[in-house]
């Protein structure tokens, strides 16, 4: 809990130091010196974090590298040219090596710590098991049961909100096969703790034959113990609520038997529509 309340306060702050030592570190590499070297150097540790940003927030993707190992290398190579320069040829001062360590520091802590939920996976969604039965409501305010999804395999996703590049990109990427779906008569529901508003501006953006279900105070996710407190990061702005749900992929069969649970620990890792697919086909659910 106290680790989920660091986290929605980190990647703001971590986004703008790291691009204000980038821009610190050009303006000392570029106005010359002796160790201007080394500036360069810190000037690339800084980099790679905005980067990674502002590139997920111009154009939502579906999934990421779980490790970011190039961001890495070019943030790592940066701090060891740094070091090179203050060790080992003992020209540079310990200001671009500091910057250098600081923001590569960042880094790490955004791949290996803030990017990971620790999470337990829950039984209640156990392969082989029956869905659980939840209530939500749809766009108009009507509640609706789980049950509803009986009579046809269906795709169930738990996403974290509008707020969220990759959840965005997840369901774009569904919504770009949805005649695939249809034809293979698999139901989709999106499912959100976000507020009606936000969820009918996604349902508008893709007009696509899904159900955009609303998880009112998380209680299907509470109860599928997949409700994330503290989930939603300093800066979405949009007036969310703080919390949220882990990014979850459930396939059930017609008669609501779960054959495929996606519960990452990471949410830059997402499961590729050719996954459950295959499982569903494999299961005899669906064939084509």
Known sequence: MISARFKSLFILPATVASALLCVIA???????????LAWWGAAFA???????????????????????????????????????????????GWPPFVVAVVALVLLLLYVFWYSRFGRITTS??????????????????????????????AVLLFYRGNWCPLCMGQVAEMAARHEEFERLGITV???????????????????VPFRFWIDNDLSAAKSLDIALAHG?????????????????????????????????DNYRVRPEPEIFLAILRRSGAITG
């Open 232 to 264: 939603v990061p300093l800066g979405a702005g949009g007036g969310y609520q703080p919390d949220t749900v882990m990014p979850t992929v459930v396939v059930t069969t017609a008669a609501g038997t779960i054959v495929y649970a996606d519960q990452t």
């Open 26 to 36: 050009l303006v000392m590499a570029v106005t010359g010196g002796p160790d201007r």
């Open 124 to 153: 209640r969604l156990d392969v082989g098991s029956k869905l659980p039965a939840f209530t939500v409501t749809d766009l108009d305010g009507n509640e609706v049961s789980s049950e509803t999804l009986a009579g046809r395999p």
């Open 46 to 92: 800084a980099l790679p974090l905005p980067v990674i940003v502002v590139r997920l927030m111009r154009a939502p993707v579906p999934r990421a590298s779980e490790n970011a190992p190039l961001a890495l290398l070019v943030s790592s190579g940066g701090a060891f040219l740094a070091a090179w320069e203050l060790f080992i040829e003992r020209i540079a």
């Open 189 to 207: 529901a999106l499912i959100s703790p976000q507020g009606a508003q936000h969820t009918r501006q996604l349902a508008e953006r893709h007009d």
